[in-house]
T-cell receptor, first 115, second 112 residues
């Protein structure tokens, strides 16, 4: 069974500072990893995903994440936080690259940006 | 524009009533999902369907039912057997050509 652990349910950073949201996974097969963002009262939007190939993945809104196999991590980073980044972020894992494989989500990290 | 439409956005239910949440997609996706979201608990899978006329229970299926009579539609019924139905419900879909799951805007269900 696969699982995802997000460290820190709430993270606060100052505007312009580095954003680091942590995610670790456990998967019995090569994982496919995702980060989603959710704004209040809305659905989830895909930020980026890792399937195969390059372990550093760039996504939308200046976010990126690096898959580190030895650490089973897939942390999300952004060099400089913007007020519009305030949202909830979910890490997710799938055991397949095919579209019908269900995702397992972490419990989410709420990001607050301090002006 | 292609996407997933959930309705209604807000729904109030009296105890003992069944309610149905609608989910329609025009993305030509084969697989559809229902997730429940509670504060601090992330998303939990209720039911999913990989093809028309077939569906499987997720992690928290008790008190819920679904149908998949058409590729575009995957309605979720919250029955009176669901003891704590107040939550935010998200419908999602994905196709075989890639594993990105697309989400609808969600529906808030409140029991009054």
């Amino acid at each position: 069974a696969q699982s995802v652990t997000q460290l820190g349910s709430h993270v606060s950073v100052s505007e312009g500072a580095l954003v680091l949201l942590r995610c670790n996974h456990s998967s019995s097969v090569p994982p496919y990893l995702f980060w989603y963002v959710q704004y209040p009262n809305q659905g989830l939007q895909l930020l980026l995903k890792y399937t195969t190939g390059a372990t550093l993945v760039k996504g939308i809104n200046g976010f990126e994440a690096e898959f580190k196999k030895s650490e089973t991590s897939f942390h999300l980073t952004k060099p400089s936080a913007h007020m519009s980044d305030a949202a909830e972020y979910f890490c997710a894992v799938s055991g397949s690259n095919f579209g019908n494989e269900k995702l397992t989500f972490g419990t989410g990290t709420r990001l607050t940006i301090i002006p | 524009d292609g996407g997933i439409t959930q309705s209604p956005k807000y729904l109030f239910r009296k105890e003992g009533q069944n309610v149905t949440l609608s989910c329609e997609q025009n993305l030509n996706h084969d697989a559809m999902y229902w997730y429940r979201q509670d504060p601090g608990q992330g998303l939990r899978l209720i039911y999913y369907s990989q093809i028309v006329n077939d569906f499987q229970k997720g992690d928290i299926a008790e008190g819920y039912s679904v149908s998949r009579e058409k590729k575009e539609s995957f309605p979720l019924t919250v029955t009176s057997a669901q003891k704590n139905p107040t939550a935010f419900y998200l419908c999602a879909s994905t196709g075989y050509t890639g594993n990105t799951i697309y989400f609808g805007e969600g529906s808030w269900l409140t029991v009054v």
